[in-house]
């Protein structure tokens, strides 16, 4: 089974990028969207042969998140009960497994949020422990966060900016040490894989990037992972596809 997950920078965007052709190409059998940034009806695209669900944020044009699945899931839950009116997490519940699809908050220029991330990290924690207490948990998307000096291409000069504060990468290692694997990491030790750029500079075409795009997994689903990926070459998006093979 092929999962993708992608920070689509607004949905209606990246179909005029041909997404759909990119959905053809790959054909996962499930796809996490982040930051779609519409409502559904806003969206006029379908998406043949696969069940949708959405996560839009209450103010328009902003946030939200989607999942197109192959499978029918047994139940939807979105938010986590607290911190939902921007649409940021959409879970679904499999026969053997928990997904999430996650939007982590940036914590914004000047740490002006990052009061609000610390909060966010702590609920969000708590939710992935406690459904798997349940069965094995799968989640993905854009965490916002690098977590390793490996994971950034310059990380002396990005200390304490959003996204590599000493707070938000030790939340990170929490949330791995609660009982999940980073996948990418876990198959993949070398340098230089990133999955969003700055778009100006050249970055993307420098590769002077940050890997904040993850699959993590419960650790009992380990014997179970065949293959961890990064797409950098599909273009569309200031964020480029991650997935995995299970």
Known sequence: MKIISWNVNGIRAVLGKNFAGFLREQNPDIMCLQETKAQREQVGHSFAGYDEFWHAAEKKGYSGTAILTRTKPLAEKRGLGKHDHEG????????????????????????????????????????????????????????????????????????????????????????????????????????????????????????????????????????????AFILPHVMGSDHCPVGIII
Not at 94 to 114: A, K
Not at 209 to 222: A, E, K, T, V
């Open 88 to 227: 940021r997490v959409l879970t679904l519940e499999f026969p053997d497994y928990f997904l999430i699809n996650v939007y982590t908050p940036n914590s914004q220029r000047g740490l002006l949020r990052l009061d609000y991330r610390m909060d966010w990290d702590k609920d969000f924690l708590a939710h992935v422990s406690r459904l798997d207490a349940l069965k094995p948990v799968i989640f993905c998307g854009d965490l916002n966060v690098a977590h390793k000096e490996i994971d950034i291409a310059n990380p002396e000069s990005n200390r304490r900016n959003p996204g590599f504060t000493d707070e938000e990468r030790r939340n990170f290692s929490r949330l791995l040490e609660a009982g999940f694997i980073d996948t990418f990491r876990e198959l993949n030790k070398e340098p230089h894989h990133y999955t969003w750029w700055l778009y100006m500079n050249n970055c993307r075409a420098r590769n002077i990037g940050w890997r904040i795009d993850y699959f993590c997994m419960s650790h009992r689903l380990r014997p179970h992972l065949k293959e």
